[in-house]
């Protein structure tokens, strides 16, 4: 699986859109990214996940550049529960399995009032 | 959604002892169930795979005897420190998929600390 890049911290001002980047310079065409996040002393949480295209869910927007080589995550209006580790993770994704998720450091972000 | 629970969500357990952590996969059949450890400020750490009714495929430089893995069942795993030392107090987390799913599902992770 290729490795990610994260930057280790990042603050947000609650309210704002917090923008969490992500460099996969080494991804191959088939995998994925997904993007995790592990609030303290919980287990991770799925965000949200694309191959290509832009996707959104009802927590966040995934934005993937053309070359696939980096992602920003983007949170529209974050609030002090959105305070974790946020992980970007690259892999397969394949309904026979022979898959595993690595996690890199992650970048943790901190929500202020 | 998928649901993965374990039990305990904490353990505080005695240097020598072993200690057994369960997870199951709740309203899905998980044929493949992962197990991670993390200390404190630091990432997940993978430390094995295991699918149900076969050995347990172990990451390097994790010790297969100290850390027992059985997937007895397509909705039990279970971990098992055997005699523990502080130095294996650490947050563990399971995770498991089911066969058509391209997804894994996380526990909330079990905290056990080795006194």
């Known amino acids: 699986d290729a490795k990610t890049t994260q930057p280790p911290s990042m603050d947000c001002a609650e309210g704002r859109a917090a923008n969490l980047p992500c460099n996969h310079s080494t991804i191959s065409g088939n995998e994925y990214v997904y993007w995790y996040r592990q609030i303290h002393s919980q287990g991770p949480q799925y965000i949200i996940h694309g191959l290509k295209n832009n996707e959104t869910n009802e927590m966040a927007s995934l934005i993937i550049t053309e070359d696939r080589k980096s992602s920003t995550l983007i949170l529209p209006h974050a609030t002090l529960r959105d305070t974790a580790v946020y992980y970007c993770?690259?892999?397969?994704?394949?309904?026979?399995?022979?898959?595993?998720?690595?996690f890199g450091a992650g970048t943790r972000l901190f929500v202020k009032a | 959604g998928a649901v993965v629970s374990q039990h305990p969500s904490w353990v505080i357990c005695k240097s020598g002892t072993s200690v057994k952590i369960e997870c199951r996969s709740l309203?899905?059949?998980?044929?493949?169930m992962f197990w991670y450890r993390q200390f404190p400020k630091k990432s997940l750490m993978l430390m094995a795979t295991?699918?149900?009714?076969?050995?347990?495929?172990?990451e390097q430089g994790v010790e297969k005897d100290k850390f027992l893995i059985n997937h007895a069942s397509l909705t039990l795993s279970t971990l098992t420190v055997t005699s523990a030392h502080p130095e294996d107090s650490s947050f563990y987390i399971c995770?498991?998929?089911?066969?058509?799913?391209?997804?894994?599902?996380f526990g909330p992770g079990t905290r056990l600390t080795v006194t």
């Open positions: 295991s699918n149900e009714g076969s050995k347990a495929t172990y």
């Open positions: 309203d899905f059949q998980a044929t493949t």
């Open positions: 995770s498991a998929r089911a066969p058509t799913h391209y997804e894994q599902y």
């Open positions: 993770i690259v892999r397969y994704r394949r309904s026979t399995g022979g898959f595993k998720t690595i």
